[in-house]
């Protein structure tokens, strides 16, 4: 057996199959970019809205997709980036991904066509937990925790990235990543 790895900087919150009536996390594959005693935080790396970046800041002429980070400040833009010799504040969260930094230097680096969709992701709200409610929201079996084994998570497919992850975990696993996304469809 196994042992489960734990949830740290960097790794990869992958939804437990059991979660599916939860419409906020169903399918879903978070990146956590914060996590110690007091709390974690997260973003929803497989969730693309209807809209670009150009919809929300019309002064930004970038037509990358904005992803659904998770339910709190859903009003709030948030980005992950891979590239801090660019973007100047950023804060690291593993080897090859930082989170946020200087604005202004991201707006011109867009405006100058100067960033890549495989280097950057934005988000609109982010996944968060207080004192101890990710573990128990582990020990009940919402979630498992993977490494983010990805060369780059920002070019990595959304579609199978949830799939993939229960077929790399295998067992009873490999079932559930082969069902219909409404299960209520069989």
């Not at 709200?125 to 990805?150: A, I, R």
């Amino acid at each position: 057996f196994l042992s489960e790895l734990k949830p740290y900087k960097g790794s990869l919150l992958i939804a437990e199959p059991s979660i599916l009536n939860d419409n906020s996390f169903n399918r879903s594959i978070i990146l956590l970019t914060e996590h110690n005693d007091q709390s974690s935080v997260g973003f929803i790396l497989n969730r693309p809205l209807k809209f670009t970046l150009q919809d929300i800041l019309p002064e930004i002429d970038c037509t990358f997709t904005v992803y659904q980070g998770g339910p709190v400040e859903q009003d709030n833009l948030y980005f992950v980036h891979n590239i801090p010799e660019l973007i100047p504040d950023s804060i690291r969260v593993s080897d090859n991904i930082f989170w946020g930094g200087n604005f202004n230097s991201l707006k011109s680096l867009l405006a100058e066509d100067k960033i890549k969709s495989t280097e950057i992701r934005f988000f609109l709200g982010y996944s968060g937990w207080g004192t101890h409610q990710l573990e128990d929201e582990l020990l009940n079996n919402s979630w498992f925790v993977s490494e983010n084994d990805f060369e780059n998570i920002f070019s990595a497919d959304n579609e199978s990235l949830w799939k993939n992850k229960l077929m790399q975990k295998g067992g009873e696993y490999k079932i559930w990543a082969n069902a219909p996304s409404d299960i209520h469809l069989n």
